[in-house]
Structure formats: structure tokens, C-alpha cells
């Protein structure tokens, strides 16, 4: 029995069908993309709104929850500080 070869037909045409399904399953998620996002983030209930950076290591985030929104300021070295923001407020 010779054992000369290491990769059979099958074995190859199985690789390609698994490369080309693979292929075809990226091809899909790219075009739907946005559609799918909005698919599977429906049911969150937080929802970061808004990031922005105060420095390299400091963040300022608005974040939603059951709509009402919180600004969090997450500072190097310190505890985050939560804030909820009223609609009222300017």
C-alpha cells in the first residue's frame, strides 16, 4: 500500500468546496452588512452613542440605556464618572 501521496482527490475537492463556501459566506455578510448589524443589535439595551477623546489615555462617552443617556468620563488613574444627562439641561 503507498502512502506517496498525501492529499487524495477527495480530500482536495472537499478543501476547495470549504474555500469556496467560505468565500461565498464573506461575499454575503459584506453585502448585507448594514442590514445585519441592524438585525442584531436590535434587542440591545445599551448603546454607546457617542465617544470622544479628551486625551491619549482619557474618554468622554455618551451612553444610552432604555432611552435615557449618561455621559461617562473614564479618566487614567481614577474611578469613571457617571453622569446622567437630562433632556432639559443646556
Do not use: C, H
Amino acid at each position: 500500500m503507498a502512502t506517496s501521496d498525501l492529499l487524495n482527490l477527495w480530500q482536495i475537492l472537499t478543501l476547495f468546496a470549504f474555500l469556496i463556501g467560505l468565500g461565498l459566506l464573506w461575499y454575503f455578510v459584506q453585502r448585507n452588512k448594514a442590514g445585519l448589524a441592524r438585525r442584531m443589535g436590535q434587542d440591545r439595551r445599551i448603546k454607546v452613542t457617542e465617544v470622544a477623546a479628551l486625551s491619549p489615555t482619557d474618554r468622554a462617552m455618551i451612553l444610552t440605556v432604555d432611552s435615557r443617556e449618561f455621559l461617562v468620563v473614564r479618566a487614567k488613574g481614577s474611578a469613571p464618572v457617571l453622569t446622567e444627562l437630562t433632556r432639559g439641561a443646556a
